[in-house]
């Protein structure tokens, strides 16, 4: 069952400067990499590239965009091209407490200006050429597995952090403004092993959460919007040199529909364009504002230049939709799911520790980015998927994106 859709236009907060009057300090400062996926999908397993007008065609492969590019600088040290950023090489396992107080002190490669990367940073290094590890069997490393990192830069290791394969999770300093699982301080990760972001509690009654830890350091303006509305329903983001839709599809479709829909737009060369696409999951992590949070600010973590459509979510509460990217999240059982974005809460079915009860909350944070299966009926999900009941809702909104020419 679809969800009931109600439209609503987001307040905006005071108004944007016109083209002519917009600082030039940080254009073209948040360029975003490419996310190296390179094989086109239907909703199970990998196609021929689909031509326009065809079923599929738009999908993240189809498109080229800044390509990933590193110098090891063999001081221990990475350098990335595109981003300007510089990383470490290595990394060391740690609680977030550990990083914050370690990274004070930090000398490597006789810098002394390293910090603890926000999550726009850190997400820049993922790489969707990778294939979950996620299976049954979370004790042993599954035959398809491929990292989300590039190995042949960084230091990578399944299970570095936990006693799962799965436990890869980069910290980042971007700290949850609302609360997970109910009352849990969080902070964002990503995770380089199942190709997700997740707001993870920064202790439990299991003890404070240990973290793969990479330190950073170099362009601060990485990450930092630079909206201009333009007047014709459109938005410019002069810091990544994208434009953006104002209004969101107004209703939810499946992967394939999403992709249709698009070229139908296309067709019709909406607000005078014709080269609109689906974004792909690192141009729509762009538009994440991890500033604000639904429950707290009663705002979806986006900047209000943007119209967001309002939903009833699985326990009849107020949220936001999920968006899609053009982006396959390829697992251990083909292509069959597709990234998307929580802009509200990510909501999942937790059992509660107090009287085992299935439970609807916020499990992972608005900002994070999980995948749903391209097809099929949300109701056969009726308390989620994985280890947090991951809500499954299928039918997704999109939001537009094209290259400011």
């Known amino acids: 069952m679809r969800r009931q859709i109600l439209s609503f236009s987001m307040v905006l907060w005071g108004c944007l400067m016109p083209a002519e009057a917009q600082t030039t300090e940080a254009i073209g ?222 209703k939810g479709m499946n992967w394939e529909e999403a992709l249709a829909w698009v070229q139908q737009m296309n067709e019709q060369n909406y607000l005078g364009y014709s080269d609109w696409r689906l974004p792909n999951a690192k141009e729509l992590h762009s538009l994440v504002d991890y500033s604000v949070s639904q429950r707290v600010d009663s705002q979806p973590a986006i900047n209000p230049v943007f119209e967001v459509t309002k939903i009833k979510d699985e326990g009849n509460g107020d949220n936001v939709p999920f968006y899609w990217t053009s982006t396959t999240h390829v697992g251990q059982r083909g292509g069959r799911n597709a990234v998307y974005f929580c802009f509200g809460e990510a909501m999942g079915f937790m059992k509660t520790r107090r009287n085992n009860n299935v439970q609807l909350m916020d499990v992972h944070g608005a900002g994070a980015q999980r995948s749903d299966p391209k097809a099929g009926n949300p109701d056969d999900f009726p308390q989620g998927h994985g280890p947090q009941g991951d809500v499954i809702r299928i039918y997704n909104f999109v939001r537009m994106v094209r290259d400011i020419k």
């Not at 990998?46 to 110098?71: M, N, R």
């Not at 740690?94 to 002394?112: G, I």
């Not at 190995?151 to 300093?173: H, K, P, W």
């Open 29 to 250: 400062q948040y360029p975003i990499v490419d996310t190296g996926q390179k094989k086109c999908y239907n909703n199970q397993t990998e196609i021929t590239a689909p031509v326009k007008g065809e079923a599929f065609y738009g999908q993240d492969a189809q498109f080229d965009g800044l390509q990933p590019s590193y110098t090891d600088n063999g001081d221990g040290t990475i350098t990335d091209n595109v981003t300007g950023l510089m990383w470490q090489k290595g990394f060391e396992v740690m609680t977030y407490a550990e990083a914050v107080e370690k990274v004070r002190s930090f000398n490597q490669a006789n810098y002394t200006d390293w910090r603890i990367p926000t999550i726009k940073e850190a997400y820049s290094l993922i790489l969707f050429s990778g294939v979950d590890v996620s299976a049954r069997d979370m004790s042993k490393l599954p035959p398809l597995a491929i990292p989300f990192i590039d190995t042949n830069y960084f230091d990578f290791e399944y299970g570095a952090n936990g006693d799962r394969v799965i436990d890869t999770q980069m910290l980042s300093s971007t700290l949850y403004t609302g609360k997970t699982m109910g009352r849990n301080t969080t902070v964002f990760g990503v995770n380089f092993a199942d190709g997700r972001i997740k707001g993870y509690p920064v202790t439990s009654p299991r003890g404070d959460k240990m973290f793969t830890v990479r330190f950073v350091r170099g362009n601060h303006d990485f990450g930092k919007n630079n909206f201009v509305d333009n007047g014709d329903a459109t938005i410019s983001d002069v810091a990544t040199g994208l434009m953006w839709t104002k209004e969101d599809s107004r």
